[in-house]
């Protein structure tokens, strides 16, 4: 079975400081992505990886950023964290990049910023 | 661009009764149609899905057949028990989104005894 594991599964930081979440797939997939679920909004996208080093904007990058050093890998950065960046954070990975793939999610971090 | 209109929710039924979250959408293209269940305190799982037109995808008792006509992918279940009750995503994948998945806003169902 495909595993896909999350650092944390809640989280507590205060206005300003530096956030890291990391992700790592068990399984050789080449594509990552970091989405942020609300609710009212469904899951959305924030960043992904198709390989090593690469990285793509999704539909709401700002005030975040991304490192994918190793293919397992793919950390989601918040460089200064704002309370509007309190929510749920789901990391997902695929092996191909056809239309029929299916990612797989990990079980998520809840991120409150005080 | 893409997006996935969902009905709704929460959506409460009693155990045994029959279940379908309506879910329509737009896109560029013959995209592919996912339904995604998120159970409480879990990340999402794919439950079905269905790669071209006509085409039904089914799993665990759940169906739904991708509708190109009414660009519709409802999710249906003859009988649900209370182990379905969560959250559920109706989503899609097309050329013309980057290969992106778009998903809907998501659909919780209560079931009670």
């Known amino acids: 079975d495909v595993k896909v594991t999350q650092s944390s599964r809640y989280l507590v930081k205060r206005t300003g400081e530096k956030v890291f979440l990391e992700c790592v797939q068990d399984m050789d997939h080449e594509n990552m992505f970091w989405y942020r679920q609300d609710p009212g909004l469904g899951l959305r996208l924030i960043y992904f990886?198709?390989?090593?080093?690469?990285?793509e904007k999704g539909d709401i990058p700002e005030g975040y950023s991304v490192s994918r050093e190793k293919k397992e890998r793919f950390s989601l950065i918040l460089e200064s964290a704002s309370t509007n960046q309190t929510s749920m954070y789901l990391c997902?990975?695929?092996?191909?990049?056809?239309?029929?793939?299916?990612?797989?999610f990990g079980p998520g971090t809840r991120l409150t910023v005080l | 661009g893409d997006s996935v209109t969902q009905m709704e929710g929460p959506v409460t039924l009693s155990e045994e009764a029959f279940l379908t979250i309506n879910c329509t959408y737009t896109a560029t293209g013959y995209p592919s149609l996912f339904w995604y269940v998120q159970y409480p305190g879990e990340g999402l799982q794919l439950l079905l899905k269905a790669t071209k037109a006509d085409d039904k995808g089914s799993n665990k008792g759940f169906e739904a057949t991708y509708r190109k006509e009414t660009t519709s992918f409802h999710l249906e279940k003859g009988s649900v028990q209370v182990s379905d009750s969560a959250v559920y995503f109706c989503a899609l994948r097309s050329g013309g989104g980057g290969n992106k998945l778009t998903f809907g806003t998501g659909t919780q169902l209560k079931v009670e005894l």
């Open positions: 990886s198709y390989d090593v080093k690469m990285k």
């Open positions: 997902a990975s695929s092996l191909e990049r056809d239309l029929t793939d299916t990612q797989y």
